[in-house]
């Protein structure tokens, strides 16, 4: 199926048109039928030899009704853009025309209609000329008369042939359908309608109505009763599980697949200075949004209520009192906080680098997880070739650098390296498994721990690992021999620790951690001078096995002395 919106100043003859092709009269409410004029969206579809199905959402030409035109021709690929012969290029062409433009719909037929009441060559040149300046430059144009029907053939053709270089969207693609109707039936319950842009709804489906959960009960394309409808289709869907006490829904997502955006960085196109308070319409529906402008024709927006936006998502801004729009298209729905003076600046010279590929928002960011960059609609390839994959974790080559060199430092800072847990704390890493990548030459893990590798046999580096541990409730504690043997550490091993500092040996097989000696004169400093060596021995929680050794330590590196009686006191 295919589905065209309408666009044109009002009473240019949009509906009649709709009604020649259909056979259906789009302006079904009474008050239209009796104005003449269009109000609410008009939904009708016919057959086109060659392209199958071609449903049309007809939108009012009304300045009033501009809310409704825009959702109607928000979520459409395609645009039937029609002018009178007998009253070529007026404002709300103008205003149309532009909000096609921002939404950078490329694909669309000109229809010079009304041919029955003047010349149309002056009023096709017109338009034209300024569809020229637009996402629609060039598309083909066809002359034609509602009325007598004149040219309706040559609409017909030149509009399959639009169609037909319209690509088909992704049936696999997550589901976003912008509401544009809703409505209770009795018996089915509440029924959704809109323009399901791409991916496959099917009836059984577990979808979110805004945050609620529901389930599709049913489905109509087209007037009839479907298993399921991928798009580009005219959808209506009847829900089960809706909350009664929600307001109008907006959009119908697959779960997971959208983060709700609150605070979104964009480009703005077109018009003037932005009001502080502009309108945001996206999709079929609209909301009021805070700018704050980045400089640079950028722009960071905070949402009145979160939508699921990606980045690529085009949307316009609206300025309702003096109805200037920019076209605004979505950088980033994650973006960090803004707080130092010139943040903004900076913000903006990054933004700049983005376009909606992996790379730059890899460079941006750092540190990125696929199934984030899946949500907010980036692609997770290619991956460029300096960065670092864990899983589905991707750190940039830049980001990879700079972690390395701080997770030696860590390392270097430390006695017996660190562990994982540890070391993705202080790092600020969202997952330790990310460490264990990080580490390369000069580092390495052995047992959980990362520590500086050199050439140190892994069962000496699980040994001080173990050390560490038993050490680390009780510095003074040394491990009995039998302990030592257990854990591989003969004496060559032992001297080999000493020698580069990763233990502190007092004798043979008595051995503390680098530092200990350091903690012991500390606590010994805090008893009362000169105390005996029973003293010590309580303050250190030890045995005389380890406070003999050590004192006589302190005592050469002439931190502690020894007295005549026997008895000592801390220099
Ligand atoms: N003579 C003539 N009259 C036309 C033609 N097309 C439309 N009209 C008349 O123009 C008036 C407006 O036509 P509509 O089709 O309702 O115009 P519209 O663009 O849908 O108007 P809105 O929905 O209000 O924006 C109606 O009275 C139509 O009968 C045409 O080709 N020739
Ligand atoms: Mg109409």
Redesign the pocket.
Known sequence: MYVVA?A????????????ALTGTD??RLEEEKRR???IRLGYCWTRLDGVGDVAFV?????ERFLTTTLAGVGPVPVALF?V?ADDPWMP?AAEHLAALDALGVRHGLLVV?????ADPAPALARAVDELSRTSLAGIRSVV?????GAGLDDLRRELTAVLRDVAPPDPGADVRLWVDREFHVRGTGTVVTGTLQAGTLRVGDRLLLDDHPVRVRGLECLGEQVPRASGVARVAVALADRPADQGPGRVLVTPDAYDAVELADVRVTGGGRLPERPLLHVGATFLSVHARPLGGGLARLRLEHPLPLRVGDRALLRDPGDRSLWGVEVLDVDPPALRRRGSGARRAAVLDTLDGTLAPELAARGLVHRPGLRRRGIPTGPVPGDALVHGDWIVSGRETRRLRDALAALVDASTAGVTKHEAAQRLGLPHAGLVEALVAPPLREVAGRVTRGDDLPDRLVAAVAALRDDLAESPFAAPDADRLGRLGLEPAGLARLAREGRVLRLRDNVVLLPGADDVAVQRLGELEQPFTTSQARQALVTSRRVALPLLEHLDRTGRTVRLPDDRRRVR
């Open positions: 309408t044109g100043h009002v009473d240019h003859g949009k509906s009649t048109l709709v009604r789009p302006d003449g004029l269009s007809d939108v009012p030409g009304h029609v009178a709300q209609t009304r041919a029955d009441l034609c008369s509602g009325r007598t």
